[in-house]
């Protein structure tokens, strides 16, 4: 016990150093090494992140280390620990949960390996932006459930009913979404949200989510779904229960895919945002500037656009 | 004992109807709108697959087995099938015929080697299957490279939008395969010996059962039923996802089986009792989204039924 009580001493001032330390170092190199630890790939927003960062790396030359989640946070800490063990010179982290992923930033910055946190964030109790990781680059997930209020609260004339399909459970984008339009509708009584369930960000679970919801509140006017795909599945929803979807039922989503601007087309789905999956340039961009030594701001804010009937067909050819 | 008897047969014939009954009832009374043609649809249409996937179940399960590889086979037909339907080398029609007939295949032949496993190096069912459980998503997401496919393609997910005579036709093929199964089971000679290799395998084979093909059919049986079931999913959908198709699907089948008094030490069998354990586990899903109560509970609600189902069995036992 007493030859013990050094031994811990030692290892908490080491630890408290090791936090206290700054963010690791990046070298000037002409070709990196990286890595990019992706969530999921079960729609077609993540498959354009994936297709963005591969692309983006292959024309700078560099390497680029992939690994995929598939949308279980314990295999996304584990493949972020394969990524360290291989000794990447920087990791691209989109992480699946914020609380799950923190400790693993935590772990690549004891091992010197600067992190870049895209789309999603990590718990901020936990590890920071600008201490223990380089930057958060992503889109700004409130101000996307705002603007889709304020398209509802416009094309309902402020009078609806309102199924809320929420995303995953604890994810950043459901949280802060939901807290965008939540907050943003209270300013308009006539509006009302009648149920909110999650979808997991999945057309099959937002179709049965939406077809329960649908016969327990059949007087709804108007669907927010969190993400396109859970959007496209209360399509079919409303469409097996004989309603006009973009009639009957007035859709809003966030996103932008190809799908969902065909729906837009199609006169099913109102409108949907954008949010930019195209993080390749930018994230890399960033970590060019970090190896420089330029200074990184701590939130890098996506510019996304918004799609309705007036842009959708112009826009189809370049969406993902 | 004979007054200890009745009661368990009672029970056990009943019990899971019973369930059913006071869920209906309940929502009679406390669900709004709950009355209507349209509920009936959802839940059916919602219902179908872990029913399909459960009546083969119930056939391993008679034989004393399990199988926990039903939610990855239909993971396998569900990812092979665009592949074919979409293939622009193959005339359409022809595309989509393979679409219906080779995913289902694959998924039988993944389930004959789950049975070759368990008969020929005599490994317990629940670690032979649970082999294709892991292995078997993995190769889904391999041809797929893991990624999302969406198509529309009308001919081809007729098999799960279809309406024909106005009634949603995995609905109609759900009905008929439980009627078949309960058939095979009551009237064929295959379905007494799937029972008697349930009931004492050691005296099955002594009296001549062939009881390694038996086996081998009823994984393949419930591989096939798995694949029908994952073309099912996709054609609902107009996608396919390798990552999420029959995700859980073993878990639901199971509770299925359980709930609908087929003993889980074989020997005894309740195909119809597998359709209403099936719905009490759907109706208790759609009550309490329909009532607000979050997906995470439903889960917690869910175990707790299997769990009354599995003691239930033991007093049956006992």
Redesign the interface.
């Known amino acids: 016990m007493k030859r013990f009580i050094p031994i811990a001493l030692a290892a908490l001032a080491f630890s408290a150093l090791a936090a206290d330390a700054g963010l690791p170092k990046l070298a000037k190199k002409a070709t990196y090494k990286i890595g990019f630890a992706q969530t999921?790939?079960?729609?077609?927003w993540r498959?354009a992140l994936t297709a963005s960062m591969q692309g983006e790396a292959k024309k700078r030359g560099w390497k680029l280390v992939y690994t995929?989640g598939?949308?279980s946070a314990a295999k996304q800490v584990s493949d972020v620990d394969s990524l360290i063990a291989q000794k990447v010179d920087a990791i691209f982290l989109s992480p699946r949960e914020e609380k799950p992923l923190a400790p693993a930033v935590l772990k690549a910055k004891k091992a010197g390996i600067p992190v870049f946190v895209i789309d999603r964030n990590v718990d901020q109790s936990i590890a920071k932006a600008g201490r223990d990781y380089v930057t958060f680059i992503g889109s700004d997930f409130i101000l996307e459930g705002q603007r889709a209020a304020d398209w509802l609260i416009k094309a309902t004339k402020g009078t609806a009913k309102i199924i809320e399909l929420e995303g995953s459970?604890g994810s950043s984008p459901a949280n802060d979404r939901k807290t965008g339009f939540d907050e943003r509708i209270k300013g308009t009584p006539g509006l009302e949200i009648v149920?909110?369930?999650?979808g997991?960000f999945?057309?099959?679970e937002g179709?049965?989510?939406m077809?329960?919801?649908?016969?327990?509140?059949?007087d709804v006017t108007a669907v927010y779904a969190h993400n396109d795909e859970m959007a496209?599945?209360a399509i079919?929803a409303l469409e097996?229960?004989?309603k006009v979807p973009g009639k009957d039922v007035i859709i809003v989503s966030i996103d932008g895919e190809k799908?969902a601007l065909q729906a837009i087309i199609d006169g099913k789905l109102g409108a949907t945002v954008e949010c930019n999956p195209r993080f390749g340039p930018k994230a890399m961009t960033a970590m060019v500037d970090y190896a420089n030594g330029k200074k990184i701001a701590i939130k890098l804010t996506n510019d996304d656009r918004f799609f309705d009937i007036s842009n959708a067909k112009a826009s189809l050819a370049s969406s993902y | 004992m004979a007054r200890a008897s009745s009661r368990e047969g009672f029970g056990q014939k009943y019990g899971a109807l019973l369930a059913l009954a006071a869920l209906i009832v309940f929502n009679m009374i406390f669900t709004r709108y709950f009355l209507n043609l349209q509920t009936l649809y959802v839940n059916f249409t919602q219902v179908a697959t872990i029913v399909i996937v459960a009546t083969g179940m119930t056939l391993v399960i008679a034989t004393g087995g399990i199988d926990l590889s039903v939610g990855s086979l239909m993971a396998i037909s569900g990812a092979l099938a665009p592949m074919l339907f979409l293939n622009e080398s193959l005339p359409p029609i022809l595309g989509v015929a393979l679409a219906f007939v080779l995913p289902v295949l694959t998924a039988g032949a993944f389930g004959l080697f789950n049975g070759f496993l368990i008969t020929r190096y005599a490994i317990q069912p629940i670690i032979a299957t649970l082999v294709l459980f892991i292995a078997g998503r993995g190769i889904a997401q391999v041809v797929t490279n893991g990624n999302l496919t969406t198509f529309s393609n009308m001919t081809f997910q007729f098999i799960g939008r279809g309406r024909p005579l106005g009634l949603p036709f995995q609905v109609l093929l759900m009905f008929a395969l439980v009627a078949l199964i309960a058939w095979v089971i009551r009237a064929t000679i295959f379905g007494r010996y799937v029972l008697a290799i349930g009931g004492n395998e050691a005296a099955a084979k002594l009296s001549g059962v062939p009881v390694s093909r038996v086996k081998l059919a009823v994984y393949g049986i419930s591989g096939l039923l798995s694949g029908l079931a994952g073309l099912i999913v996709i054609a609902i959908n107009s996608s396919s996802d390798a990552n999420q198709v029959g995700l859980n699907m073993e878990l639901d089948a199971i509770a299925a089986v359980a709930v609908g008094g087929t003993a889980l030490t074989g020997g005894k069998v309740n195909v119809f009792g597998t359709l209403i354990g099936a719905l009490i586990i759907q109706l208790i899903r759609y009550t309490l989204l329909a009532k607000g109560v979050p997906d995470a509970v439903a889960l917690i609600v869910k175990a707790v039924i299997i769990i009354l189902a599995v003691y239930s069995q033991r007093v049956r036992q006992s």
């Open positions: 999921e790939t079960n729609n077609p498959l995929n598939n949308g459970l149920a909110s369930q999650t997991n999945t057309r099959d179709r049965q989510v077809e329960a919801l649908l016969q327990a509140h059949p496209l599945g079919t097996a229960a004989g799908d």
